[in-house]
Structures are given as C-alpha cells and as structure tokens.
C-alpha cells in the first residue's frame, strides 16, 4: 500500500453529517404488524397460571393431616372389655431347637479329619515350632480333641504301637524296675 502524506488542504473527505431531524425525516417506517406467538410468556414460570390456582385451591381444601381419617369411639365397649380382662399368654406356642448336624459314623468322621486340609497345615506349623493364636488354636484344639475321642472310641492307638514299632527299648525304660526288684 502506498503511503499518502497529509495535506492541509481541506476538501470532501467523506459524506456530510446530516442532522437527526433529516435523519428521521428519510426514513421509512415499517408497517406495525402483530408479534407471532413463538412461546411462551416471559416470565412464566414465577407467574402462577389459572391451572396452577385451580390446584392450590383444591389442596387447600385438603385435610393437611395424614394417616386414617376412621373416626375411633371413646368408649370402650362390652366385648373390647371381655377381652381385656383375659389374662394374656406370651408363651410360645413353637419350640424351638437347635438344628442338629446328621451323624455319621466314627470310620467317617475320622477319615474326614484325617484328610481335613486346615487342619493338616497347622499340625505342619506346630510341628515347625510355630505358636498358634486366636482362632487357628482354638479350630486346632477342638479338632485334636475329636480326633482323640474318635481314636480312643475306635480302639485305635496309632501313637502306641508306632512307637513300639520304631522302638523296641522304649518299652524297657517305661518299666519301673523298682517295683520289681525292690517290691514296692
């Protein structure tokens, strides 16, 4: 774009300011027509309309209160009174038990507790050593003793005749010799 230098000389520059009376005079008006009816009235929301007043009057009219509206005598009659003279009886009429597990015969249960997996790794975690605590003792203990009951109800001392087995001198130093060479 070429520079143009200023100059004092003056001259049309651009359009002559009209003045707002001829403004106005120029122009055309358009013709006034009804606004279509696009939506809703502005405002609406907060002005309540007729279907609005008719619900509020119907509420109104409303009993505010909930619950049973069944009007209820003051008087007791003859045959509530009956009823409240019979001495009441809170005795159950169910009995309750508890719901005992099916038995099953000792071979079984013992088989069970022999192949019973939990009780497997704690006999491996006594036998390292390790103190049992909390509920692992307390499964071990009760499920020891069973098997103990079970053996004992069986007539089968495995720990008796292992030992035997494995050693033969252990016999000779559960004998107490002195009652047999001193008499007592």
Same mark, same amino acid.
């Given at each position: 774009?070429?520079?143009?230098?200023?100059?004092?000389?003056?001259? $049309?520059?651009?359009?002559?300011?009209? $003045?707002?009376?001829?403004?106005?005079?120029?122009?055309?008006?358009?013709?006034?027509?009804?606004?279509?009816?696009?939506?809703?009235?502005?405002?609406?929301?907060?002005?309540?309309?007729?279907?609005?007043?008719?619900?509020?009057?119907?509420?109104?009219?409303?009993?505010?209160?909930?619950?049973?509206?069944? $009007?209820?005598? &003051?008087?007791?009659?003859?045959?509530?009174?009956?009823?409240?003279?019979?001495?009441?009886?809170?005795?159950?009429?169910?009995?309750?038990?508890?719901?005992?597990?099916?038995?099953?015969? $000792? %071979?079984?249960?013992?088989?069970?507790?022999?192949?019973?997996?939990?009780?497997?790794?704690? &006999?491996?975690?006594?036998?390292? +050593?390790?103190?049992?605590?909390?509920?692992?003792?307390?499964?071990?203990?009760?499920?020891?003793?069973?098997?103990?009951?079970?053996?004992?109800? &069986? +007539?089968?001392?495995?720990?008796?005749?292992? %030992?035997?087995?494995?050693?033969?001198?252990?016999?000779?130093?559960?004998?107490?010799?002195?009652?047999?060479?001193? +008499?007592?």
């Amino acid at each position: 774009m070429t520079r143009i230098k200023k100059t004092r000389t003056s001259g $049309p520059l651009g359009t002559r300011h009209r $003045p707002a009376e001829e403004a106005r005079q120029d122009r055309t008006r358009a013709p006034e027509t009804k606004k279509k009816g696009a939506g809703l009235k502005s405002g609406s929301r907060h002005s309540p309309s007729a279907e609005d007043k008719q619900k509020q009057s119907s509420k109104s009219s409303k009993d505010p209160r909930h619950g049973s509206k069944k $009007p209820i005598a &003051l008087i007791v009659t003859e045959a509530e009174q009956k009823l409240m003279a019979q001495p009441k009886q809170f005795k159950p009429v169910v009995q309750l038990t508890k719901a005992k597990e099916p038995e099953m015969p $000792p %071979e079984q249960e013992l088989a069970l507790l022999e192949n019973d997996e939990k009780l497997l790794e704690l &006999l491996d975690k006594v036998d390292q +050593g390790e103190i049992l605590t909390g509920k692992d003792a307390k499964y071990f203990n009760a499920k020891t003793a069973r098997h103990a009951e079970l053996v004992a109800l &069986l +007539g089968l001392d495995q720990d008796d005749e292992e %030992e035997e087995e494995l050693d033969p001198l252990a016999k000779l130093e559960r004998t107490d010799w002195r009652k047999e060479f001193l +008499g007592e």
